[in-house]
């Protein structure tokens, strides 16, 4: 009797491990509104991937090493959507990290995760922030510096980061996207069409108003022309 070859066992990389997305409400909504936010901000360039809340897998062969980023941004890798992240079929280094930390993720945040990026991910530069101010620091941002994290000092309240080209801050207590040159606030899609249309709205008004102004002259005109 023949024996059966059997067939290689093939290496899984889990895409989930079905836990929730984030800590809290506030936490989803904010790392969804800061990967749309990063990549609406980078849509022309071509070779600039944003994305959160993924599998990221940092050593080939081995499913255990993975980490799994709130936000990151990475150049050198096109916008093709990706169901997991291996650093050894794209860039193996990281640009941009933000991890949305809470007192039972801090631990995790500022070591295992920290030293991760730093000496294996290389990312340039990593941000941790509480959205409800539970922890201490709350807001905090590091730049890698021959290999080693330096802590980014604050700028008017807010932390500058050069991957980015743009600063983060609070901004009516939420999250947000900071451009110092030109003094103008970034945010998710729907808040960029509430301020079109606040301003659309604001011209129409503003429009009416002249129009009106407009015929109140016409008519006094009319009215000097008629007594003459």
């Given at each position: 009797?023949?024996?059966?070859?059997?067939?290689?066992?093939?290496?899984?990389?889990?895409?989930?491990?079905?836990?929730?997305?984030?800590?809290?409400?506030?936490?989803?909504?904010?790392?969804?509104?800061?990967?749309?936010?990063?990549?609406?901000?980078?849509?022309?360039?071509?070779?600039?991937?944003?994305?959160?809340?993924?599998?990221?897998?940092?050593?080939?062969?081995?499913?255990?090493?993975?980490?799994?980023?709130?936000?990151?941004?990475?150049?050198?890798?096109?916008?093709?959507?990706?169901?997991?992240?291996?650093?050894?079929?794209?860039?193996?280094?990281?640009?941009?990290?933000?991890?949305?930390?809470?007192?039972?993720?801090?631990?995790?945040?500022?070591?295992?995760?920290?030293?991760?990026?730093?000496?294996?991910?290389?990312?340039?530069?990593?941000?941790?922030?509480?959205?409800?101010?539970?922890?201490?620091?709350?807001?905090?941002?590091?730049?890698?510096?021959?290999?080693?994290?330096e802590e980014i000092a604050f700028v008017e309240g807010r932390l500058p980061f050069e991957t980015l080209g743009l600063a983060?801050?609070?901004?009516?207590?939420?999250?947000?996207?900071?451009?110092?040159?030109?003094?103008?606030?970034?945010?998710?899609?729907?808040?960029?069409?509430?301020?079109?249309?606040?301003?659309?709205?604001?011209?129409?008004?503003a429009r009416r108003e002249t129009e009106a102004e407009l015929e109140k002259l016409r008519a006094a005109l009319e009215q000097?022309?008629?007594?003459?």
């Amino acid at each position: 009797m023949k024996k059966r070859i059997a067939a290689a066992p093939t290496l899984v990389y889990p895409e989930s491990d079905g836990e929730p997305m984030a800590e809290s409400g506030r936490h989803v909504r904010l790392l969804l509104d800061m990967i749309e936010t990063i990549d609406w901000l980078f849509r022309d360039v071509p070779d600039v991937h944003v994305c959160g809340n993924m599998f990221l897998y940092y050593e080939e062969g081995n499913p255990r090493k993975v980490i799994s980023p709130d936000v990151f941004m990475v150049r050198g890798v096109s916008k093709k959507a990706l169901r997991t992240y291996k650093t050894w079929e794209q860039q193996p280094y990281l640009d941009f990290v933000l991890e949305l930390a809470s007192p039972s993720t801090y631990t995790k945040d500022f070591n295992e995760k920290k030293a991760i990026y730093e000496q294996i991910l290389r990312v340039q530069e990593y941000c941790i922030y509480d959205p409800y101010h539970e922890i201490e620091p709350s807001f905090v941002g590091f730049r890698l510096v021959e290999g080693v994290y330096e802590e980014i000092a604050f700028v008017e309240g807010r932390l500058p980061f050069e991957t980015l080209g743009l600063a983060l801050g609070e901004r009516d207590g939420v999250l947000r996207l900071y451009d110092p040159v030109k003094g103008e606030w970034f945010g998710p899609g729907r808040e960029h069409a509430a301020e079109a249309e606040n301003r659309a709205a604001e011209e129409a008004r503003a429009r009416r108003e002249t129009e009106a102004e407009l015929e109140k002259l016409r008519a006094a005109l009319e009215q000097l022309q008629s007594s003459e």
